[in-house]
């Protein structure tokens, strides 16, 4: 099987975000893979371990990408596609879309797969977009997967720890949920054999910008809920706390 | 050019969170001038459609076809495409449901447009659509304006608007019969389930502790076993620490785990992303821990300790000790 994961680089978890120039501060951030991501990629791992074939990464992005891609490969891809843009805002989800449609039909996968959003934007959007921009069928928050005579079972989370088993042909494309496996790491054979996959680049040209939205302005959100804080060292934040939860809300 | 509420449904009933997103058309259709219209995809829809009739709307749509009895992606596009080649809207509003999640995209891209999902709100500037999210996991709110031709297509947060603005009235209701072929639908639904019964009921729980992922190990978890046995409290989790095996599901609270609403939420190293706030914002009083005083989980908060957790709760622990 050919698999192509889709995967993106989006600011760490606990970066420090701060409203600027229409966006948020950049040089305060750092960068890793997006969570649902690195799950996807597991599980393209997993299924070329199980099956045989190739795991191709596919990352959309600027120079910086390359730094997670390495990383993917450390972990076991195969090669990767690097479409690059200094500026990916420049660039509607569709436009980015169709970007990677067209990297993604180059190389006549059997499965691909993104994680279900990004911790970023987290519009939920890419891989459905990619779907029907591939003339692919498709499950979203997928939580296993099983191939069986060139056709896939899934089995997709719903709200409330429900779940749905969804059946259809290859190829065609998986969102993945956080969760569907354990992370394995990179070894050191890993990343050093890394060093040697190909990377291919693929620079992109801005497009006309198609419709979609506009971000006009961030903030940092306002709260409207006064939550009454306790300073002091932990012993009198922890006496002040237990004090309010006694006799203030009586919920001791 | 009207405002088009898709309303969802699963076996005949409404999913409740669809009344949200009419309150919500109903909203914008009266400051944008606009009539409102509703739509609900299925397969012999007679009840759904004379009660779709009960509400303030231009207009209802029954799209019904036996294709339809079951919900796919390529039946759902296909159907509910039809009818916006027809009626040609001006915005299309979904909830942000999982179903919406997993076609409304598609949808849009068949119109040559971009889904703004997760809308949490909006306001009418100068005659003009304004919506508002959140980035980041709710650590960032942006105004978003739609840019192009119509129709725009949105998807509203769970909570965002409320169903209780919902405006009765009456309505004709139109059946419409897309045209469907077997051979077009790709996917195959299986029967829904649920894993193992579960063996902890959070839901009556009268107090919870919840560890979130700033607990960082598994071996750390004792420390916070500790301060639930201190309060009489049963031990809950975000996501992650469900999907790492440190707790088993069944204590996962959130969109995809249980809803609790205890008299007491105490929420440990927990940033507070949305799907988690849904499940345990109706608690009667919540605390949170958290170094980060800028985490979104202090917009629920009554009371909170801003500080590092590993430091505070053994001090807690000590404290309701001390007064035992
Ligand atoms: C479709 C879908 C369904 C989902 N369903 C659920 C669900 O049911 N339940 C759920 O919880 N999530 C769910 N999620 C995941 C959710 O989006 C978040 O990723 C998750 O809730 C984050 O968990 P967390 O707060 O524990 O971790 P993080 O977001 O990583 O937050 C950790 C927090 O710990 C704090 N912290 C770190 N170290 C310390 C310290 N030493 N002292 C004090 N504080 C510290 C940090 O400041 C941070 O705020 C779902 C996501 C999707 C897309």
């Known amino acids: ?24 501060e950049e040089a305060d951030l750092s960068y890793e893979i997006n969570e649902p991501d690195a799950f996807a990629l597991e599980e393209g791992l997993r299924l070329k371990e199980q099956h045989g074939g190739e795991t191709v990464v596919l990352s959309a992005g600027p120079a910086r990408v390359v730094q997670t891609i390495r990383e993917a490969l450390a972990k076991g891809a195969d090669r990767a596609i690097h479409l ?17 449609a ?15 959003q990004s911790d970023d934007l987290g519009y939920g959007h890419t891989g459905v977009i990619l779907a029907e921009l591939l003339g692919l069928p498709h499950a979203t928050i997928v939580m296993q997967v099983e191939v069986r005579d060139g056709a896939l079972r899934v089995k997709r989370e719903l709200e409330g720890g429900w779940f749905q088993h969804v059946e259809m042909p290859l190829p065609a494309l998986l969102t993945i949920q956080s969760g569907i496996g354990a992370l394995r790491y990179a070894t050191l054979m890993g990343i050093k054999k890394a060093r040697t996959k190909e990377i291919r680049r693929v620079p992109l040209e801005a497009g006309p910008g198609d ?42 | 050019m009207s405002i088009l509420a898709v309303l969802e449904q699963r076996a005949g009933a409404w999913n409740r969170v669809s009344f949200e997103t009419l309150a919500a058309a109903q909203q914008l259709g009266e400051e944008l001038g606009r009539e409102v219209s509703a739509a609900v995809a299925g397969a012999g829809l007679e009840n ?15 799209v019904d076809h036996p294709l339809l009895e079951n919900y796919t992606a390529d039946g759902y596009t296909l159907a509910l495409g039809q009818l916006i080649e027809r009626i040609k809207p001006f915005l299309v509003l979904f909830p942000h449901t999982y179903q919406a999640r997993d076609f409304a995209p598609k949808l849009a891209t068949r119109s040559g447009r971009v889904l703004l999902s997760d809308a949490i709100g ?19 709110n942006a105004d978003l304006r739609f840019a192009g031709e119509p129709p725009y297509f949105a998807s509203l947060q769970a909570g965002a608007y409320r169903a209780d603005r919902l405006a009765p009235g009456s309505c004709p209701v139109e059946t419409f019969r897309p045209e469907l072929e077997a051979a077009q639908i790709r996917t195959r639904p299986l029967e829904v389930f ?69 008299k007491l939420y105490l929420a440990v190293g927990i940033s507070g992303a949305i799907q988690h706030l849904v499940g345990m914002k109706g608690s009667k009083t919540i ?5 980060d005083p800028e985490a979104p989980i202090f917009e629920v908060a009554d009371y909170g300790i801003v500080g590092d957790l590993f430091q505070v709760v053994p001090a807690l622990v000590e404290e309701l000790e001390k007064r035992k």
């Open chain 2, 194 to 262: 649920r894993e193992a019964e579960t063996t902890v009921d959070l839901g009556s729980a009268e107090r919870i502790v919840s560890v979130g992922r700033g607990i960082r190990e598994a071996d750390n978890l004792p420390m916070v076993q500790k301060l639930a046995e201190a309060l009489g409290a049963e031990l809950a989790a975000s996501r992650p620490i469900c999907d790492n095996g440190w707790l088993p599901m069944e204590r996962q609270v959130g969109s995809s785990g249980q809803t609790v609403s205890p």
């Open chain 1, 1 to 24: 099987m050919t698999i192509i994961v889709c995967i993106k680089q989006v600011p760490a978890r606990e970066s420090h975000l701060r409203p600027a120039g229409g966006w948020v």
């Open chain 1, 211 to 252: 419709a979609g939205f506009q971000v006009e302005r961030v903030s940092l959100p306002a709260r409207s809920k006064a939550t009454r804080l306790f300073d002091g060292s932990p012993q009198e934040a922890a006496a002040q706390l237990v004090e309010k939860l006694k006799f203030e809300a009586r919920v001791l």
């Open chain 2, 48 to 62: 759904l459609a004379s009660e779709l009739g009960g509400h303030r709307l231009g207009r209802g749509y029954a």
């Open chain 2, 287 to 291: 605390v949170a821990i958290n170094k």
């Open chain 1, 84 to 100: 690059e843009h200094e500026n990916p805002r420049a660039f509607s989800p569709l436009e980015t879309a169709r970007f990677m």
């Open chain 1, 102 to 116: 067209d990297a993604i039909a180059g190389e006549k996968p059997d499965l691909v797969l993104t994680g279900l």
């Open chain 2, 122 to 140: 909006h306001r009418v500037e100068n005659g003009g659509l304004v919506m508002v999210r959140q980035f980041f996991q709710g650590k960032i």
